[in-house]
């Protein structure tokens, strides 16, 4: 069970912001009341309001040099450097939910990097400590959910930091026994990954909605969808290769077996109606139908094991990006019935099925008498990277492209073609790392 310190103040931040706002403001400064433990109702009252996920072309407030900010469960003052000259070691990335933005978690603080154009959009670094091992975004806003990490973390490994930019200063936590796995975010729900357990908040008041019991779960695998109208939340279940979905809307749970050996790895498309799994062995790569179970494709990544460490479908399920520790980003093309998942999903299938039927080896004359991998579907397109780095992956806003972030900060825009595949085009490359200066 967790527990919540508050800061008792205004009210908690609208979890359905206006459009038309901004990601940054001009810093705001009011007076801190002293923090209470409330175990039982689950509330959180503080902060100004929620910003908007706006476009691309938003303009982000400048941010002064130095701010001091009051923790919110101690008389301690945390101090947040807004620049640094010296390049941190890198804990954590993850891309937020419409893959516009990454966040990066490192040893003294963590950064908001724009994907397209690329561009840092601001960084908070604290002078101590600051280790920060898990950065979730919501699309655009200013509120942020943090979790410490790395040899002299900021905050607890075992408690969830609400962050508001829009303060420059935590506004509530929630607390549990062991440390925190994952933290997922939707514009209603507060989804918090534990070894075996995963909780479920109402972002409104956090308000604990659901407890879920998992198989040990080191990864925090956890994917929810992020359509208003359906919420769907995908975990390992209680066996091992099991996957558990719930459908909270239409108040249904489903399991089913996705893998003989651990789930290592799996993405959930926007509306929540497909999923992909691979395995520790990380060979396969499958598709199922969240709502039944049914498996709909087996794409082959590789003969050779390996760790599975990302995987994105694209916005309209056509395509679906895997990165490894074999250095090799791979995109197969989908055979999804396009006409089951909304009109939306049309757009282009038939560059898809395409390069499906391309990507396949024409063996189906002697398919039962080889063996299974040679008959196997294979990706369309590939990049290759370094063999043994972590890379995770997302499909770009623009047509075709791919961007792909590195744990040595290296970030990566490329672009395939959809016919005839092949490798791809390099068409960017920063280290985000690197001083503001070097962009």
Request: proline share 4%.
């Amino acid at each position: 069970m967790a527990t919540l310190t508050a800061v008792s103040s205004a009210s908690w931040p609208n979890p359905n912001p206006s459009p038309n706002s901004t990601f940054l403001s001009q810093q705001s400064h009011p007076e801190q009341s002293p923090a209470v433990q409330d175990p039982t109702a689950m509330r959180q009252h503080q902060g100004t309001g929620l910003s908007g996920d706006g476009g691309e072309d938003e303009s982000f407030s400048s941010s002064p040099n130095h701010h001091t900010v009051q923790s919110p469960n101690s008389n301690l003052r945390e101090v947040v450097s807004y620049s640094t000259s010296s390049i941190p070691s890198l804990l954590h990335i993850s891309f937020n939910q419409d893959h516009g933005c990454f966040a990066a978690g490192t040893d003294n603080g963590f950064r908001i990097y724009n994907c397209d154009p690329f561009r840092e959009i601001f960084r908070r670094d604290f002078d101590r400590g600051g280790g920060i091992g898990v950065v979730e975004m919501l699309f655009r806003c200013n509120i942020l959910a943090l979790v410490g990490g790395g040899p002299e973390p900021q905050y607890p490994l075992n408690k969830v930091m609400i962050w508001d930019d829009h303060q420059s200063r935590c506004i509530g936590e929630l607390s549990f026994r062991s440390e925190v796995r994952a933290v997922k975010l939707r514009r209603d729900r507060i989804i918090v990954v534990l070894e075996q357990k995963i909780f479920l908040y109402n972002f409104a008041d956090l308000k604990l909605l659901h407890q879920i019991e998992t198989i040990a779960n080191p990864r925090g695998l956890c994917a929810v969808s992020q359509l208003t109208a359906s919420l769907v939340l995908v975990c390992p279940g209680l066996q091992k290769g099991q996957v558990r979905v719930e459908h909270y809307a239409s108040r249904r749970t489903k399991f089913f077996a996705a893998h003989d050996s651990r789930l290592a790895c799996f993405a959930l498309t926007t509306d929540g109606q497909l999923l992909a799994t691979a395995s520790t062995k990380g060979t396969l790569v499958r598709i199922f139908n969240t709502s039944d179970g049914t498996r709909l494709q087996e794409v082959r990544r590789g003969a050779d094991r390996a760790e599975v460490y990302s995987m994105a479908f694209s916005s309209t399920a056509q395509w679906l990006a895997v990165s490894s520790d074999k250095g090799t980003v791979h995109v197969f093309g989908l055979k999804v019935n396009s006409g089951s998942l909304g009109n939306d999903k049309s757009h282009g299938a038939s560059d898809a099925n395409l390069a499906v039927a391309s990507s396949g080896l024409s063996l189906s004359f002697i398919k039962g008498v080889l063996p299974k991998y040679f008959s196997s579907e294979w990706s369309v397109a590939q990049f290759r990277l370094h063999e043994g780095s972590q890379y995770i992956v997302a499909f770009g806003h623009q047509k075709n492209t791919v961007v792909i972030l590195g744990m040595d900060g290296s970030f990566y825009r490329c672009q395939f073609d959809p016919v005839t595949g092949g490798e791809m085009t390099q068409l960017e490359y920063h280290n985000f790392l690197k001083p503001e200066e070097a962009f």
